[in-house]
């Protein structure tokens, strides 16, 4: 037995890194990095103008306060809570609430987004609500562009001078510590630090060279990498859940139409 899953593997690698080896050679959009093609170019150009559309709406609206970066030194610090949801439910609703069943009311603040577009008036309930979770507006959002909606969430934020660590979520997220843990490590630890788990840099030039290369034989790789700082010093690719300070917040809602433009300009 042992030695026919031998043999099969054998067989297996020798069929499926010969092809990788030969399309990564062969298809031009891999030997020379050439990946753009009319239709990619014109998905970028759809979803930065949905981006564009959000930030510049929620840029426009920070022009006309003022700065915002410094909490109230005379309340009690709170950690933010963002949660983007795909639906009108919380998925691990339940863990969420023993989670900020065990905190003081005082040191926290929730926000909610909808995905799909809402009549609030009509909603009796939502998720987190005894735990004083609030809706904010909704905001045009679609899959590969979600800046924007992250964009508005941080100046729903931005809102309270009592946050001083802002926290984007998505529905699926689930705490593993209790809120006193991560309340220490954010606020009285770590007040003035952003937090962003960034993705490590491709030794390829393309998605679809690495997926060849690395990604879709018999293990299955992570191919999370980073493309785009090799061609743009100032792109880091990131995953979307993120942890900042008001100050890193305010600069995103600011400078968001040049950091989108920046990023565009790296992905074609």
Known sequence: FLLTVALLLSLALAIVVPLALYSARNIPELANGEHVNPLRQAFIEQRAAIDKEVVGHYASLLVKEPAMATAHPESTLKVAFFFELSARVLPTEVIWEAFFAAALSDRYSIYLHFKEETDYLELHDWPLKKYGAQII???KTIWCATFGLKVGGLFAMLQDPSNVQLVVLS????????F???????????PRTSKFCLASASQYRTFAETYLLEGWVIWHKCVFRDYYNRYEPGVWKHHAWIVVTRAHAEIIVRRG???LDRYHNASR
């Open 257 to 259: 139409m040049q950091t």
């Open 137 to 139: 507006p909704h905001m």
């Open 171 to 178: 529905d699926t997220h689930a705490p593993l510590k209790s």
């Open 180 to 190: 006193q843990f991560v309340y220490s490590y954010l606020v009285e630890l770590s």
